[in-house]
């Protein structure tokens, strides 16, 4: 006999891990399965299932009666009694609980259970709490779990059998398809098809909501859905995932089985799937909306995993903790930090040595604290979190600081706060260091200022009267800097791109010194599971070439690097050369995604800017291109605040022509195709409809992946596919794109922590300048922490201020290198005091000293003059564009990326070794590098032009017709044809020259421009 590797196979393995034993081996041994259900030797070897008979399931109230009816016997005997004095008791019952799933679903009846005249019902007795009473554990084992093989649910057809069903206490909560990849057939395609086209979701097993969810399961993957809907029926995977991709990991050596173990082994054991109908699923909608128009939740593999994790690490660890969750996007982390929030709110030590805990029966966490960034998440969180609470008054928004503090003091448990309404609590608040709080920050890298986080802190630990300032530039989380707060305090951060501070401050610290994240979903799994698109699968590069010319004489020296990086950022932000990338992107967009009609014709696009001015001269360019083509869509632009370009003075509502809030809503109209940005929107903006990015902004690492993952959201019911997203990128190679992707494709580690001790050095430096006495250091934090007046302390600053300015006497690169230190000092000190593992006061007094005295210290920076300078010395001659890489993909290293440190040394203003460089060679030099499509050597190049130079004199029309003709027009169209038939005689000698010459436009402008300049000037 050989080995059974077909569906009942699956379904026996299946059967015997829940069970205990299975129908097969039952019918071998002679044994009944009523007898096998009573013997509880048996029943306890598997997972605590009984197994159910088909039989037994009635298909028209979709139950299984024998289970139904005596779980209702033997738990709740005396409520029966009050209805079996009437002789269709039973079916009173049943045509009660029909109507009632019919209108609320299988949710709502497990939670709140049956009502029948005065008869009251629990139909499921929960999972008891850590604090729970000895009588809820015992009604929990009163539960009785079962299952079903080959179960007849069809009325109509009656020969029609789904493969396995789970029961508790005879009401249905999951079915499952099985397929067995050995003979032929997996869940992903022939499970989900078998659901989708050939079960009958008119059948009352199938309708929505009655049973919870539906499962098509192979041996390596697992598929669900909650709602299904024929061929519209759509499935999510529900695997573990796979080296940081889709799919299920290999058995471990040694183990018995099949990569979808964990859902009989893990998922669907007893106290697991009772803990998943209570704390996860969730049927989302208005309580008078019909229940086919509501969505029912139930959480994907990595979000149950994530949360479960949390929870038994707060348990086992107590309050104090830091947790760094790496989910990307697509991972539903809106949903996860519901699941979260509600569900710390009810978690207990899990003994009395838990740290810190005084009370085993209390719960760890006095209130749950969520702070997100994005608006609509607000709202969104608040009504998922109401959803689950039976008790309606545990939930508070805090929308001013005065309701967050009293939140905090009313006690209640979860507080849903934005970082908008965050700019916190300084005075009059009640120390509530007595008080422990989970922290769930949205978007740890970029949703936090340090200066949000800070206030936050001493709300709940110190009180301080002066708001930090902010570097806005800094988007990383500084948590915790109040260290009064480590001890009372966990803080769970979710972010698809941590950077190194946030692994520092959330990760969990390795044996070999590295950082890794708590929990990751990465943005590669994602992206193979379909809940993002891969935005880098049509990325296109057009690099810039240009050559620029000295209007000077003079041959002054400035710093090369600094100089070329001046001189590029001329030449992009150049009107002449926004108008020709302006006309690039509207010859791209209008024929290959307007009248292509992407996205049902609703297809949007995002032009990413340098800067605001740049913003300003694209928005303005593009409308006089589109004006010029009958204005066939309008465009908008989003900027903060006012600008002054040409002498005008520009804001976002005015050019717009409405309100700036409305921005993201006039964008989701129709008639809005373009939106023109700089640095707005490119963070936490979801518009599914975008599908092209025209960028024009040096974008890496963080930053890069959250401005081109605007394009990855999906858009199911538009038709969103992976070919519809494209990149047409001015400024950066796909290289630089790949470097930024890589370290957050999957698992993000840092391989060390910050080495705190640079700020011995710093201090040390800062000391010896003589700009402060440490009295004065001293004495202001006296006069700061007693809240004395800033009149008071405003001339504490004014003394170190004036010996700076004046009294030193210290020279413009001293002044530069100590302001440079100092903010050094600040920011370091600011990111690494609340993760320390020592105090050091004088540390902290001169942070809160510096971050007063830094404003007031002037610095002339003579580099930015003579850079300015340089851009006065220099004439925009040619600009052309060349395609370098067409809708390549980019593909992405999965392996696990190391990052280091941020850069711990300290820095100033001298020592740079910066290289000097005559105007004329950076000129050279800047030439060479973007001028590039004649690839000769610039000695080569000068030679041949030289030649060129002498044949074009040569020429019998040349002097006649181009050096004595004074209609410009008509001198440049004469020299053209001499040029051409000049390129032409020279064909055989110069192949390459005349290649490009002939066939690339950007180079023969270029090259005309060049030749023409050449010839004149050496005539």
């Known amino acids: 006999m050989h080995s059974q590797t077909n569906e009942q196979a699956l379904e026996a393995a299946i059967e015997r891990t829940l069970t205990g034993t299975c129908i097969e081996d039952l019918k071998t041994d002679g044994v009944s399965i009523n007898a096998v259900n009573e013997n509880t030797e048996i029943y306890r070897t598997g997972k605590g299932y009984f197994i159910g008979q088909p039989s037994n399931f009635n298909a028209q109230f979709a139950i299984d009666e024998q289970f139904f009816w005596d779980f209702l016997e033997s738990t709740q005997k005396e409520e029966l009694e009050k209805l079996q004095k009437q002789s269709d008791w039973k079916l009173k019952i049943l045509n009660r609980y029909d109507r009632l799933v019919k209108k609320y679903g299988m949710l709502y009846l497990l939670k709140k259970g049956l009502q029948v005249d005065d008869a009251n019902f629990t139909l499921f007795y929960q999972n008891p709490l850590a604090s729970s009473s000895q009588q809820v554990k015992d009604n929990f084992a009163k539960n009785r779990f079962s299952e079903t093989r080959q179960l007849r649910y069809s009325i109509d057809n009656p020969r029609e059998e789904i493969d396995m069903v789970l029961f508790i206490n005879g009401l249905p909560i999951v079915t499952m398809e099985l397929k067995n990849a050995w003979t032929g057939q997996n869940a992903r395609v022939h499970g989900q098809h078998q659901y989708k086209t050939q079960r009958d979701t008119k059948?009352?097993?199938?309708?929505?909501?009655?049973?919870?969810?539906?499962?098509?399961?192979?041996?390596?993957?697992?598929?669900?859905?909650?709602?299904?809907?024929?061929?519209?029926?759509?499935?999510?995977?529900?695997?573990?995932?796979?080296?940081?991709?889709?799919?299920?990991?290999?058995?471990?050596?040694?183990?018995?089985?099949?990569?979808?173990?964990?859902?009989?082994?893990?998922?669907?054991?007893?106290?697991?799937?009772?803990?998943?109908?209570?704390?996860?699923?969730?049927?989302?909608?208005?309580?008078?909306d019909p229940i086919q128009t509501k969505t029912l939740f139930f959480p994907r593999y990595h979000q149950m995993d994530v949360v479960r994790k949390i929870i038994a690490d707060a348990s086992k660890k107590g309050v104090g903790q830091t947790y760094l969750i790496q989910h990307s996007a697509g991972s539903g982390k809106s949903n996860s930090i519901t699941w979260a929030a509600y569900q710390l709110i009810e978690t207990y030590p899990e003994n009395s040595n838990v740290p810190g805990i005084t009370d085993v029966e209390r719960p760890l966490f006095d209130s749950v604290i969520v702070v997100t960034d994005r608006r609509l998440l607000d709202k969104q969180i608040r009504d998922n979190i109401a959803d689950f609470s039976e008790v309606k008054n545990i939930i508070a928004p805090a929308y001013s600081s005065k309701e967050l503090r009293d939140s905090l003091e009313q006690g209640k448990k979860i507080i849903i706060t934005t970082i908008q309404k965050f700019p916190f609590i300084i005075d009059g608040i009640a120390d509530l260091s007595d008080k422990r709080f989970a922290v769930i920050i949205d978007e740890a890298h970029s949703s936090q200022s340090g200066s949000a986080h800070d206030n936050m802190n001493r709300a709940m630990g110190?009180?301080?009267?002066?708001?930090?300032?902010?570097?806005?530039?800094?988007?990383?989380?500084?948590?915790?800097?109040?260290?009064?707060?480590?001890?009372?305090?966990?803080?769970?951060?979710?972010?698809?791109?941590?950077?190194?501070?946030?692994?520092?401050?959330?990760?969990?610290?390795?044996?070999?010194?590295?950082?890794?994240?708590?929990?990751?979903?990465?943005?590669?799994?994602?992206?193979?599971?379909?809940?993002?698109?891969?935005?880098?699968?049509?990325?296109?590069?057009?690099?810039?070439?240009?050559?620029?010319?000295?209007?000077?004489?003079?041959?002054?020296?400035?710093?090369?690097a600094k100089a070329q990086k001046k001189l590029r950022a001329y030449v992009e932000q150049h009107q002449q050369t926004i108008n020709t990338k302006a006309e690039i992107i509207l010859d791209h967009f209008i024929p290959k995604i307007v009248n292509q009609k992407k996205l049902k014709g609703k297809a949007k696009a995002m032009v990413v800017t340098q800067s605001i001015e740049s913003a300003i001269r694209y928005y303005k360019a593009l409308r006089n291109i589109l004006k010029g083509k009958g204005r066939p869509f309008k465009i908008a632009i989003a900027f903060s605040g006012n600008k002054e370009v040409d002498g005008i003075e520009y804001t976002e509502a005015e050019m717009n022509g409405f309100a700036e809030k409305d921005t993201r809503i006039k964008f989701d109209e129709e008639d809005y195709r373009i939106l023109v940005v700089a640095n707005k929107y490119l963070t936490g903006f979801d518009q599914p409809k975008l599908c092209a990015m025209y960028v024009d902004k040096k974008l890496q690492g963080v930053l890069a992946v959250q401005a081109l993952s605007r394009l990855n959201r999906a858009a199911t019911k538009l038709g969103k596919k992976t070919e519809d997203v494209f990149v047409l990128d001015f400024f950066n190679s796909s290289t630089d794109i790949k470097a930024s992707f890589d370290p957050f494709y999957t698992a993000t580690s840092l391989s060390e922590a910050t080495d705190v001790n640079v700020l011995h050095e710093l201090k040390e430096v800062l000391d010896d300048v003589g700009v402060y006495e440490w009295s004065e250091v001293e004495d202001f934090n006296i006069k700061f922490f007693n809240k004395e007046d800033a009149q008071v302390l405003s001339p504490i600053i004014e003394r170190a201020a004036e010996r700076f300015i004046h009294e030193l006497e210290l020279e413009d690169d001293d002044k530069a290198d100590f302001k440079i230190k100092a903010k050094q000092f600040v920011k370091i000190y600011g990111q690494m005091a609340s993760i320390m593992p020592f105090e050091i006061l004088q540390w902290e007094k001169l942070y809160w000293f510096l971050k007063f005295l830094i404003p007031k210290l002037p610095i002339n920076n003579t580099e930015v003059d003579a850079l300015d300078e340089l851009l006065e010395s220099v004439d925009l001659s040619t600009y052309g564009l060349e395609r370098v890489r067409l809708n390549e993909v980019i593909g992405l290293d999965d392996s696990e990326s190391i990052i280091d440190p941020q850069n711990p040394n300290p820095r100033g203003a001298h020592g740079t070794d910066e290289e000097l460089d005559p105007l004329d060679l950076i000129i050279q030099s800047f030439n060479e590098r973007w001028f590039q499509n004649w690839e000769v050597t610039p000695e080569d190049q000068r030679v041949k032009f030289i030649s060129l130079t002498k044949s074009i004199q040569a020429h019998p029309d040349f002097l006649q017709k181009v050096v004595e003709n004074s209609d410009e027009q008509n001198k440049n169209l004469a020299f053209q044809k001499i040029l051409d038939e000049v390129m032409s005689k020279q064909r055989k000698q110069e192949l390459d020259l005349y290649r490009l010459y002939a066939k690339d436009d950007a180079f023969k402008t270029a090259f005309f421009d060049t030749m023409k300049r050449m010839a004149s000037v050496s005539k």
């Open 462 to 560: 110190q009180q301080f009267n002066q708001e930090d300032e902010v570097d806005a530039q800094d988007k990383i989380v500084q948590a915790m800097q109040s260290r009064k707060m480590r001890g009372n305090a966990s803080y769970l951060a979710f972010t698809a791109t941590p950077k190194p501070i946030t692994l520092e401050k959330f990760g969990i610290k390795q044996d070999d010194g590295s950082f890794k994240p708590f929990h990751l979903y990465s943005m590669k799994q994602a992206i193979e599971e379909g809940f993002i698109l891969d935005v880098l699968a049509n990325y296109t590069t057009l690099k810039s070439y240009y050559e620029i010319e000295k209007s000077i004489e003079e041959n002054p020296l400035f710093d090369s």
């Open 203 to 288: 059948q009352p097993l199938l309708q929505f909501a009655r049973c919870v969810v539906h499962f098509a399961v192979d041996t390596d993957e697992a598929y669900m859905t909650t709602k299904l809907n024929g061929k519209n029926t759509f499935f999510l995977p529900f695997n573990k995932g796979n080296k940081h991709g889709k799919g299920n990991p290999e058995l471990e050596k040694g183990a018995v089985g099949h990569r979808t173990n964990y859902l009989w082994n893990e998922v669907f054991t007893r106290e697991s799937l009772a803990n998943i109908i209570q704390h996860f699923v969730r049927l989302d909608g208005k309580k008078k």
